[in-house]
Every structure is written in C-alpha cells, then in structure tokens.
C-alpha cells in the first residue's frame, strides 16, 4: 500500500517556514520588492544540461503558442521585469527540472533568486554570504569563508590553472584521479570533473566556499571581463560540498546573448536532445535591461545544509515519488 503521508517532519516543514519567513524579512529590510512570474513559458530552457518538462495549452488561440513549458528557474521573466524598471526584486517560488531524481535531487523544487540593479557579481556575492550567515547563525552553526578565484581554487587543490592548462594536462588529470572514461568529453567536462570528483568533496563541512571569476567558456547568462585571460563574471557558493547557488554579472547584449542560445541548440541538436523555442520575449527585453548581478539559490539544498540532512526528501513536505 502506497504511504500517503508526508515525507518530512513536521518540525522540519516549521523549520523550513521559518527560513522563508528570515529571507523575506531580510530582503524588506533592504527593499527588495517580492515578485510572483509565470512557471508555464512558451519557451523552454537552451541549457544542454538541463531538461525541461513539456505540456501542451488546449485554449483559445489568442493565448499563444500551444506547447508550453515548466520554468526551471524565474530568471527570463525577472529580466523582463527588471528591463521595465522595476528594480531590485526577489522571487520564491518553484522550479522544474525533468530527470533529476535522488537523494539531493527532485524534479520539482524550490528556488530562490534575486537581482541587484547596479551591482556587479562580486558585490551580489558579499550580500548573499551575509544571508546565508544569518540563517546558518540562527541555526546555531555558524561557518567559516573561504572567498576565492576559480583559478586559484584549481591551482591550490591540484596544481593546475584551469585557464591555461592543455587539453593532454586535463586529460591526464582526470585519468589519474578518476576513474571514468574520457571518450567524447569536452575540456569545460573535464574541469567539471575535476571540480565535482576531486575538489569539491575536499571543501570542510562547516566552512562557506564563494568561488568566482569562471571559464569563459562557462558563462551561461554572464558578462565576459578581458583579463590576461577573459574570464566569466559569475560566482557558486558552496556551504561544505554541497553547491546552493550560481550568480552572475548579467548579460544584456541581446545579440550576444541570441549567439550562446543558438550555440545551445546546437549542442543539444548534436547530442539528440529536444530543442525548446528561444525566449523572444527577453531578448527583445535585454537591450532596455540595467547593468544588474543575480543570483539562483536551491532552497531545498539550503535546508539539507541548515538540519543537517542527507536526503531530500526530509526537507520537503511530499518528494516526487508521494507527488
């Protein structure tokens, strides 16, 4: 017989109240406006890592297109917004990812994310640490920071420059630490390796990890800075090896940005993937958008961070097998 109750606590589903309750008293103090977006989009995400539910609109024609999809984060309708000129705004609320399913994953999720006009990833950076320290200082566990470069993060764990390094250096890491086979891997799979199967899993448990300044092969929707070598205004924040949240110095070059979707789809149409509608609606918006930093934070991920906790499901009311 299927087991209809929930799968966290009680006093965990209070706990959690109590963090959303602490993040929306913070962003008021700072006036940070509450937003609500859509979770159905007529367009899907590029991302080749990431996959997207689909569904399909019955209705009237005037409504739009008929296939739809679940979000799977509110960032292009908040980017909408902020072209508006609605300013610094935050939004909580749940997201899609179709595949992910396991002790730290669900496909349906909570996330938090929040846009900072004028400010630039380093500074976003700064005020999402003084939130997480507040949450963890409230839960009595308090965290040591470690701030660093992705380069000099590579380069003290491994001994490698990630920015510089060769191809046959890569591989030869990887080969030597883990045991997996290259075959069809490309050079950001291998430091994605390197990171998640040698690196992260050395982070101390109570110790707070901001890592900035990526590849400029890894930047997604981040602005590129010409260094000795350009590298991708973004930054991760880790509370001991677990991965809570991805930021950027946002992008707002429509042309560029149409570029990195059209090279997206490239990718997925390569690998037999489904290849989603492009978000017209924000590249039209992207020239109107404020030189801005944002930030996309795993809440449930938080909570298993804050109890303690190993398994997803004990942080959210039903996981996706009781769904």
Same mark, same amino acid.
């Given at each position: 017989m299927a087991d209809w109750r929930a799968s966290a606590s009680h006093e965990h589903l209070r706990q959690r109240a109590a963090v959303y309750r602490y993040i929306r008293e913070f962003f008021h103090a700072r006036?940070?406006? #509450?937003? #609500?977006?859509?979770v159905l989009s007529q367009a899907g995400n590029t991302d080749p890592n990431i996959q997207s539910f689909q569904l399909k609109y019955s209705g009237p024609a005037a409504g739009g297109h008929k296939r739809r999809w679940l979000r799977t984060s509110p960032e292009f309708p908040m980017k909408r917004l902020l072209a508006g000129g609605i300013g610094d705004c935050y939004e909580i609320g749940r997201v899609f990812r179709d595949g992910e399913f396991g002790r730290r994953h669900n496909p349906e999720f909570s996330m938090l994310e929040w846009y900072r006009v004028g400010w630039n990833h380093i500074r976003l950076a700064e005020e999402a640490v003084t939130l997480l320290l507040g949450l963890f200082v409230e839960s009595?566990?308090?965290?040591?920071?470690?701030?660093?470069?992705?380069?000099?993060?590579?380069?003290?764990?491994?001994?490698?420059?990630?920015?510089?390094?060769?191809?046959?250096?890569l591989n030869d890491a990887v080969a030597s630490r883990i045991n997996i086979s290259q075959n069809g891997l490309a050079r950001d799979d291998l430091l994605d390796l390197l990171l998640t199967h040698v690196i992260e899993p050395t982070f101390p448990e109570r110790q707070m990890t901001v890592i900035h300044d990526f590849p400029a092969t890894q930047c997604a929707l981040a602005k590129l800075r010409q260094d000795d070598v350009p590298v991708a205004e973004r930054f991760e924040i880790y509370v001991g090896s677990s991965e809570l949240a991805n930021g950027y110095h946002e992008l707002n070059d429509p042309v560029e940005q149409r570029?990195?979707?059209?090279t997206d789809l490239l990718r997925r149409g390569v690998s037999g993937d489904e290849v989603p509608r492009v978000d017209d609606y924000l590249l039209q918006s992207l020239a109107c958008l404020p030189d801005c930093a944002g930030i996309a934070m795993g809440l449930d991920r938080l909570m298993l961070c804050l109890l303690g906790k190993t398994e997803i499901s004990e942080v959210i009311a039903f996981d996706f097998s009781r769904a």
């Open positions: 006036g940070v406006l #509450e937003v #609500e977006t859509p009595g566990k308090p965290l040591q920071i470690r701030n660093t470069t992705y380069r000099e993060l590579f380069k003290d764990a491994i001994g490698i420059d990630p920015l510089l390094a060769g191809d046959a250096a570029q990195r979707f059209e």
